[in-house]
């Protein structure tokens, strides 16, 4: 079945690489389809004019149209992982040639790409917490780069 509705990342050549590097962390995750530029196009002939992907499921598109356009923290992938063993793995894959941490679980990939790789505990941390277990989450996660889910669970225990 099609996605009525899904998301196309831009890249300046990079889109193929990208999209294999992110279908190989995420189970679930294939490329469906590759489209290449043919001769006299915009782009050097046989790169990747369109890729589109799958992440545990859902579709994604990924654009090599040049350096027109770059990515930002105003749109990101987030990723709710079931342990901190995943955490880790996809945050030391992600880092890797050129991928920079940011505050709270967020990162850019070698692509420039935001991601939140976040344990998906956060949700009944703020939803299900009391207002004071929240404010122990919100801050102890505001002083992390990589999330660390036994230091939270710590804060939402009130340690």
Not at 7 to 14: A, H, L, Q, S
Not at 58 to 66: D, H, K, R, T, V
Not at 112 to 126: D, E, N, S
Request: proline share 4%; net charge negative; with cysteine.
């Amino acid at each position: 079945m099609t996605q009525k509705v899904k998301t196309c990342f831009w890249y300046d050549t990079g889109a193929e690489e990208a999209a294999k590097l992110y279908v190989s962390l995420i189970p679930n995750s294939q490329i469906t389809n590759i489209t290449r530029y043919g001769e006299g196009q915009r782009m050097p002939a046989g790169l990747a004019m369109v890729v589109n992907f799958t992440l545990d499921g859902a579709e994604f598109m990924a654009l090599n149209g040049g350096p027109i356009f770059k990515h930002s923290e105003a749109a990101s992938l987030v990723v709710q992982c079931d342990d901190q063993d995943e955490i880790d793995r996809l945050w030391s894959a992600l880092l890797i040639d050129g991928g920079k941490e940011q505050q709270c679980g967020w990162l850019k990939d070698r692509y420039g790409l935001p991601w939140q790789i976040v344990p998906k505990q956060i949700a009944t941390f703020m939803t299900l917490g009391s207002p004071e277990q929240q404010a122990r989450v919100m801050e102890s996660m505001m002083g992390m780069v990589k999330i660390d889910i036994a230091t939270l669970n710590s804060a939402f225990d009130g340690g």
